[in-house]
């Protein structure tokens, strides 16, 4: 695990009114923060005879690696909407790809019989208290390093990630801001927590493609963290994704996946600005299909 950098953004600074940060997470082992919630998960297993779970990509990702860190076999089922890149990655880290229904949520079928059937442990995505809290070390770390940080803008899907840095960051630093970002078409908590209970959303592509699937009708933990921790939440359109990772690439010089830039996005669209402090954005994972990343980089607007 890395101790991930933090660096100032004078362009994004500029254009929010305010000190903004970026915390590179993307410079994680394995691409991305998911890393910290596996790892915490499998090194609090008993014996079990290998772990499985249902994973847009890079969850899968990091349980391989953490799997292949103790020696435990990994079955990560994807579903067909997971773009190659993702399952090449986990088949390299010695682990299944096995691809299986049209969604997140059929995915997690097959997850299920292999824990019923064959004594696999099932670390889920999100809401699992081990996973929130590996996640939530990130909230820790962001206000080691930026101690007066007046808000955070956390990418926002099943919510493990938003629910474990706001428990954190809130109990060191109560005041802080926890801004939760999704994309316009289908974001399942964003329309969970006007419903106000889990619902489910049509899954469709979209740039944040580690942003998509639902929550879980049967949600535990993070639609109630979120509910309650949240202090905001904005959406996007694709095209104002498509903003934020040009914009980090051109201007900043990190490339992130769509799900990373969504701050950045929000910025740039004028949804979001620096008040009271710094303002830091979360760049969550840069595991982008290089064809598609300079395809949108190489776009003028
Ligand atoms: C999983 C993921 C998220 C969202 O995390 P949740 O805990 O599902 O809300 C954001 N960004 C990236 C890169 C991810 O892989």
Redesign the pocket.
Known sequence: MRLTPVKQSPALSELAGGPVWLKCE?HQETG???LRGAANAVARLGDVAGVTTAS????GRALAYAARQVGLPAVICVSRLVPENKRAAITALGAEARVTGASQDEAFEEARRLEREEGFALIP??DHPDIVAG?GTLGLEILDQLPDAATLAI?????????GVALAAKARRPEIRIIGISMERGAA?AASLSAGHPVEVEEVETLAD??GGGIGRDNRL?FALCRDLMDGMILLSEAEIAAGIRHLAREDGETV?G??AVGAGAVLAGKLRARGGPLVLLL??G?IDPALHREIVGETS
């Not at 990418?155 to 629910?163: C, E, K, Q």
């Open positions: 993307h991305a923060f998911k847009t990509g890079n969850h995505p999100f996640q990418p926002l899907s099943g919510g493990g990630l938003l629910a908590m580690s942003l993070t996946e799900a990373a969550s994972g595991n």
